[in-house]
């Protein structure tokens, strides 16, 4: 048989042997593209390998939707379906945008998808993303922040719920008693990824120990938050400490204007 | 045809809703037209990636009469064709072999079977590129992609009995091809099904 000119049919056959399925990632990587489906892909982090779900944005521009320790697949896609109401696919590459930001541990060049967020858990988020890397602030700074200063443990529950740790940085919100607090990925994650931002966790714990909430100058009058960069510039020497605004305020300090120590209207 | 109708209204009525069914119909055609053009499975994703990403675009653009009347088969093998002979263009083409043996196998597939496979696919490959090029892609369109006579004609804008023509006389060069080379056809042999 293997010496004969193969018939006509078995010609055919062989050819159709070189139809090939297509490889899993191209349905998911087209609807990612169009904008139809979300996305996502593993990705490395600052934090070790996360879970990263993102969608083409109505603009063009790449939003992210939702961001986990890596863990187990399926897990994440429900978990996708239940908080954005909108089906996750693996795709062969994120946008270069995404890879970008989270290998950066900060958002370059993306947006986020909040459509799902409440109005006052937008807001919290919003605000936790102004503070700078190497600070923290508390809930109850966010919470007068936004203008909302009894709704503190609302805070702390949005930030709880924070769909993208990390480049929404809900880590560098902390209790106001200088315990570092709870984390998406875990207490120590939270303690590592300060650390690398400059901020000593234990130094700050250290601090509200011995009842310290303020720094001051007593060059230029003014206080701050510990962890401000105005305060870290201060030279030991010329360090005052306080532990409430009002003794600040008695001893003729006036409140920093960049980390807005206390709410405005204490100032007058 | 009675399904290309019931696509390309679904298509017209809700583009969100029917284009994932549409991209999951087409993806394994597309992705193999590309592929066995091509030679290079990196490159053919691209390419399929690229095609439903131009489908939808333009679908998100056209009135609904436009999307009825299309016919979409043959309408997308046209994009494919498009973006594969601007590849080929940048690659210099005819001076670089196919890739031999690319062949994903399903999931439940025996790994001996899987060998044999890949086996058979690397012969046929190495002769159909030795084929002329507009034998070529008939081939590769009609039993390939598994398009109709009249769907490749208008894919490749042809008449229908050129493109009869050049598929057959492509099967019959390459029938003698692998007559003449005891193990490949062999393999192929072995790889057909029993009549």
């Known amino acids: ?268 | 045809m009675d399904d290309d109708q019931t696509l390309t209204a679904r298509l017209a009525a809700d583009l969100d809703g029917a284009f994932e069914q549409f991209v999951r119909a087409n993806a394994d055609g597309v992705y193999s037209v590309a592929l066995r053009l091509l030679g290079d499975a990196h490159e053919a994703e691209d390419v399929a990636q690229e095609t439903f990403v131009r489908a939808y675009r333009s679908l998100a653009r056209w009135p609904k009469e436009r999307i009825l009347e299309l016919r979409p088969r043959p309408w997308l093998t046209r994009i494919t064709l498009n973006l594969v002979r601007n590849r080929a263009r940048v690659r210099r083409p005819h001076t670089q072999p196919l890739r031999d043996g690319t062949w994903v196998a399903p999931e439940a597939e025996r790994p001996e079977v899987h060998a044999e496979r890949v086996e058979a696919t690397a012969a046929v490959t190495a002769l159909l590129e030795r084929l002329p090029e507009r034998d070529r892609v008939a081939i590769v369109l009609k039993h390939v992609h598994g398009l109709g006579y009249p769907e490749v004609a208008e894919a490749l804008g042809r008449p229908v009995g050129t493109v009869k023509a050049q598929v057959h006389r492509g099967l019959a060069k390459l029938r003698e091809a692998l007559g003449a080379d005891d193990s490949k056809s062999g393999t192929m042999a072995d790889n057909e099904v029993t009549r």
Not at chain 1, 18 to 45: C, F, K, M, N, Q
Not at chain 1, 88 to 93: K, N, T, W, Y
Not at chain 1, 123 to 133: C, M
Not at chain 1, 136 to 143: C, F, K, L, M, P
């Open chain 1, 1 to 268: 048989m293997t010496e004969q000119t193969p018939t006509w049919r078995e010609t055919v056959a062989g050819v159709r042997t070189l139809r090939t399925r297509a490889p899993a990632t191209l349905v998911p990587d087209v609807l990612a593209e169009v904008g139809i489906a979300d996305g996502y892909a593993s990705l490395p982090s600052p934090i070790g390998e996360v879970l990263v779900a993102f969608r083409r944005g109505p603009d063009g521009s790449d939003l992210v939707t939702m961001l986990s320790p890596a863990g187990d697949a399926a897990v994440f896609e429900h978990e996708h379906l239940a908080r954005t109401g909108r089906p996750v696919r693996p795709v062969r590459e994120a946008p270069a945008a995404v890879r970008r930001s989270v290998h950066a541990g900060r958002p370059v060049g993306i947006g986020f998808d909040l459509a799902r967020q409440s109005p006052f858990e937008r807001d919290v988020l919003r605000k936790a993303g102004e503070i700078p890397s190497g600070e923290v602030r508390s809930y109850a700074w966010v919470a007068r922040e936004i203008g909302r200063p009894a709704a503190v443990r609302a805070v702390g529950s949005a930030l709880g719920r924070n769909p993208v740790p990390l480049l929404i940085p809900c880590h560098r919100v902390v209790r106001s008693d200088g315990r570092i607090g709870q984390y998406a990925f875990g207490s120590p994650v939270k303690r590592a990824v300060l650390s690398a931002e400059g901020v000593d966790p234990d130094e700050l714990e250290l601090l509200a120990r011995k009842a310290v909430r303020y720094i001051g100058s007593d060059t230029t009058n003014v206080f701050c938050l510990p962890t401000c960069h105005a305060a870290r510039r201060i030279q030991p020497r010329h360090q005052v400490r306080f532990a409430t605004a009002t003794a600040a305020a008695a001893a003729g300090y006036r409140p920093c204007k960049r980390c807005r120590p206390v709410a405005a209207v204490v100032i007058a």
